[in-house]
């Protein structure tokens, strides 16, 4: 992919750091408008370097990349927001960890419009680091970053009949991407889980409301637990799809399949 500029300016989040050669580092980055992408710290492994604590993981640094043939380099980086407690505290740090993770799975290297989740995972980094008990935020991220990534799930209407939700207990239909209701849930039986009233009361919450009024209205945490085991089934679902859709394209591409080959092309198409 050619980029026309020769250098930007950008603010990133360091979703992945690994040892590149002798003494550089390679960098996963999430940027608000260049996506996400691998780029080079030179030197940031050597003790006396001026960019060593600033490509830290976790952090957010205003960074000046130069673009080359295939990977930019950072040219300079200055950080921005810290996180300290995110390499500190070692419960903080699995909660970040876990985020990054979501965020460098759901997102495509050619994405480019990125603000939105950017400015998720910058909050939540913050509040993981800031709050007493970050689990609430990162309930928060999870239903946010499905909305951004387009797997919002349906928690409004019966996502088999489009009908309104009564107040009662639902289910919940990873295929479907959303809630099913009652007299629906049988044609589904066998690949739903359960969806109690109050639990889709708190994901609605998490999915409409600004986070610090949900935070104000306070939820217990047995509810905010619940809520994390239905996320992390549905999010656990669309990745293994998409791994699996990945693996097919693999296999076809190994097996000398062309995917575009099956369908007539425009100019072959009867006439
Ligand atoms: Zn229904």
């Given at each position: ?7 930007f ?15 550089d ?6 940027t ?6 691998d ?18 993981l ?20 200055e ?13 903080r ?12 799975r ?7 419009d ?5 400015n998720?995972?910058r ?8 709050e007493?008990d ?6 928060f991220?999870e239903?946010?970053?499905?909305d951004?990534s ?6 409004q ?34 690949a739903?889980?359960?969806m109690?009233?109050?639990t ?68 072959t198409?009867?006439?």
């Open positions: 992919m050619a980029r026309a500029e020769r250098s300016k950008t603010a990133a989040i360091i979703l992945k750091r690994r040892d590149f050669g002798e003494a580092r390679l960098l996963t980055i999430l608000p408008a260049h996506g996400k992408q780029v080079i710290a030179k030197g940031a492994r050597k003790l006396t370097s001026q960019k060593m604590g600033h490509v830290e976790f952090t957010c640094a205003e960074m000046l990349i130069h673009t080359g043939r295939d990977l930019g380099v950072v040219a300079q980086a950080m921005i927001m810290p996180f300290n407690a995110l390499r500190e505290d070692l419960t740090g699995a909660y970040a960890a876990y985020c990054v993770e979501l965020v460098d759901f997102t495509g290297d050619g994405e480019d990125t603000n939105r989740l950017f998720l995972t909050e939540t980094l913050e509040r993981i680091d800031q007493a970050p689990r609430l935020a990162v309930r991220f239903v946010h970053l499905l951004v387009g797997f919002r799930p349906e928690l209407f019966c996502a088999a009949s489009r009908e309104p939700l009564l107040p009662q207990d639902q289910v919940f239909s990873y295929s479907e991407g959303g809630v099913i209701c009652p007299q629906h849930a049988p044609a589904y039986a066998g739903t889980v359960p109690p009233m109050q889709l009361k708190l994901l609605r919450m998490l999915q409409r409301s600004r986070y610090d009024s949900i935070r104000e209205t306070g939820f217990p945490n047995g509810l905010i637990d619940d809520a994390e085991r239905l996320m992390n089934g549905y999010l656990t679902y669309l990745l293994e799809r998409r791994l699996q859709s990945v693996e097919f394209l693999r296999r076809l591409r190994r097996e000398g399949i062309s995917i575009t080959s099956s369908r007539p092309s425009p100019n198409g009867s006439q």
